[in-house]
């Protein structure tokens, strides 16, 4: 009975320590909106991905597609101590659902763990083939996925080992929270009009064709 209450204790300890997370640092999912990045400018520099419709722009699949949609990136910032690069915030009217942070510090996941408790991990492992100058060879690439939160909002840390062109061994690590049914929403949306401005393009070229 004792150790029950014992335990007990440790689990109420364990859950009031560990917080639930929503964003890093000023930026929280459904909750920061676009006045943020006004409230910032003076601090940070922020570009902003204008909306796009034409399929010949040369970074239209990276761009918004339709208007309710706003995105944003962020070369630098540093956020408790910690610098981050290459961030990418997206809104949808005007509320932030989906954050991307493209280069983490070395000890970025330490530091999660001690603010959120320890991460649901899992892995994946894909055979290769890849060529370079010399010869060809097998090689194994690797994706382990630490995931932090997943029910409305869900939000992880990703690394992983792969080979380029030239087979070399190559690292990648990032961090993404996003609204999972906003961001569901948003796919739909983009892929229709995507769609959309392909069978617009493909008419036009058509009817410039006339006759042929």
């Given at each position: 009975?004792?150790?029950?209450?014992?335990?007990?204790?440790?689990?109420?300890?364990?859950?009031?320590?560990?917080?639930q997370i929503n964003g890093i640092g000023p930026f929280k999912i459904n909750s920061s909106t676009t006045s943020l990045i006004d409230s910032l400018r003076n601090e940070i520099y922020f570009t902003e991905l204008f909306?796009?419709?034409?399929?010949?722009?040369?970074?239209?699949?990276?761009?918004?597609?339709?208007?309710?949609?706003?995105?944003?990136?962020?070369?630098?910032?540093?956020?408790?101590?910690?610098?981050?690069?290459?961030?990418?915030?997206?809104?949808?009217?005007?509320?932030?659902?989906?954050?991307?942070?493209?280069?983490?510090?070395?000890?970025?996941?330490?530091?999660?763990?001690?603010?959120?408790?320890?991460p649901s991990v899992s892995s994946e492992t894909k055979k290769i083939t890849c060529t370079s100058s010399i010869s060809s060879y097998e090689r194994e690439e690797k994706t382990y996925t630490s995931t932090y939160r997943?029910?409305?909002?869900?939000?992880?840390?990703?690394?992983?080992?792969?080979?380029?062109?030239?087979?070399?061994?190559?690292?990648?690590?990032?961090?993404?929270?996003?609204?999972?049914?906003?961001?569901?929403?948003?796919?739909?949306?983009?892929?229709?009009?995507?769609?959309?401005?392909?069978?617009?393009?493909?008419?036009?070229?058509?009817?410039?064709?006339?006759?042929?």
């Amino acid at each position: 009975m004792k150790s029950s209450f014992i335990i007990g204790l440790v689990l109420i300890s364990f859950f009031s320590y560990s917080q639930q997370i929503n964003g890093i640092g000023p930026f929280k999912i459904n909750s920061s909106t676009t006045s943020l990045i006004d409230s910032l400018r003076n601090e940070i520099y922020f570009t902003e991905l204008f909306f796009s419709d034409n399929v010949d722009d040369k970074n239209y699949y990276d761009l918004p597609k339709i208007k309710e949609h706003r995105k944003f990136k962020i070369d630098k910032m540093a956020i408790a101590s910690m610098n981050f690069g290459d961030i990418e915030l997206d809104f949808l009217n005007d509320t932030l659902y989906q954050i991307v942070i493209n280069t983490l510090p070395d000890n970025f996941d330490e530091n999660m763990k001690i603010k959120y408790g320890q991460p649901s991990v899992s892995s994946e492992t894909k055979k290769i083939t890849c060529t370079s100058s010399i010869s060809s060879y097998e090689r194994e690439e690797k994706t382990y996925t630490s995931t932090y939160r997943k029910d409305k909002i869900e939000a992880s840390s990703v690394f992983s080992i792969y080979y380029n062109n030239e087979c070399e061994k190559k690292f990648f690590n990032f961090f993404m929270a996003y609204d999972a049914k906003k961001q569901s929403k948003i796919d739909m949306l983009e892929t229709q009009k995507d769609n959309m401005n392909k069978k617009a393009k493909d008419d036009k070229k058509r009817k410039a064709l006339g006759e042929l």
